[in-house]
């Protein structure tokens, strides 16, 4: 999986390039919607390659930023004496500024209203209480392996729960839907708004390699086709299919 450094993310640049690939993106109501939208995140991955950097450097030092490399660079340059002291002194100067600042935005986001996990691990840093040790698993692996066998291993072959759910989704479909249903009306700026809030950063991405990043620095163009989307790929023919399918293959 590709590593991205979002704290070095340029989000205009980002959020420019992303409303500018909005033009060219297939429409939502294009008959193969699969196609649409890896359009969509082919798009939003190429915008990434262009605004994040990504993967870890091999010489890396805390806070360092372009400033920094300009500082540095002047102070190889400069002559030996006071020049060179100067460019020093700068430099580091610039260095404690960066680490004070961090310092405070770890201290600031210390809360357990998206993660108690990372909070306790920060606290646990700061008071210099060790970690939990690690613990021996009692169980070993060929035991895990040879439970998670007889897990999918079935002694009937009752397809009796299959027929049920196939029947309970036929009935379902045939059942007419009123026009002025609330299931066929778009969705709206602020609900799309609303689930944005909700939608947490630093979180692993889907098998499309989408960022929750990606979604939180959208254009307003951009928005405008994601508010198209969903309501496309939820459409009751491509739904009903994927529920037969998932009927088909279940197993009681």
């Known amino acids: 999986m590709k590593r991205w450094n979002f704290r070095k993310a340029d989000w205009k640049h980002f959020c420019l390039l992303t409303g500018e690939s909005v033009e060219r993106l297939l429409p939502p109501d294009t008959p193969d919607i699969e196609r649409a939208y890896q359009d969509f995140c082919e798009r939003l991955l190429s915008a990434a390659k262009q605004c994040i950097p990504a993967g870890p450097r091999k010489n890396y ?12 660079r002047s102070f190889i340059q400069a002559p030996v004496g006071t020049a060179s002291a100067r460019a020093a002194l700068s430099l580091l100067s610039r260095l404690q500024q960066k680490k004070q600042g961090r310092w405070q935005e770890v201290v600031n986001s210390i809360g357990f209203s998206h993660s108690s996990c990372n909070t306790w691990r920060t606290i646990n840093k700061l008071t210099g209480k060790s970690e939990r040790s690690s ?11 040879s439970q998670l066998v007889k897990n999918g291993t ?15 989704l036929s009935d379902l479909q045939k059942i007419p839907t009123p026009e002025g249903h609330s299931i066929f009306e778009p ?3 602020a609900e799309l708004a609303a689930a944005l809030r909700r939608l947490k950063p630093g979180k692993s991405p889907g098998l499309d390699s989408i960022f929750p990043e990606f979604i939180l620095h959208p254009g307003s163009a951009l928005k405008s086709f994601v508010l198209q989307l969903p ?11 994927h529920l037969e399918k998932s009927a088909s293959s279940c197993d009681p």
């Not at 079935?154 to 309970?168: A, G, I, M, Q």
């Not at 309501?231 to 009903?240: D, E, K, Y």
């Open 154 to 168: 079935h002694t009937t072959s009752d397809r009796e729960p299959t027929r049920l759910v196939n029947k309970e």
């Open 61 to 72: 030092v805390p806070c360092w930023d372009k400033e920094c490399e300009t500082l540095y």
């Open 187 to 189: 969705f709206r700026p």
């Open 135 to 145: 613990r021996v698993c009692p169980v070993s692996v060929n035991s895990i392996a």
């Open 231 to 241: 309501q496309f790929l939820h459409a009751p023919t491509q739904n009903s299919k």
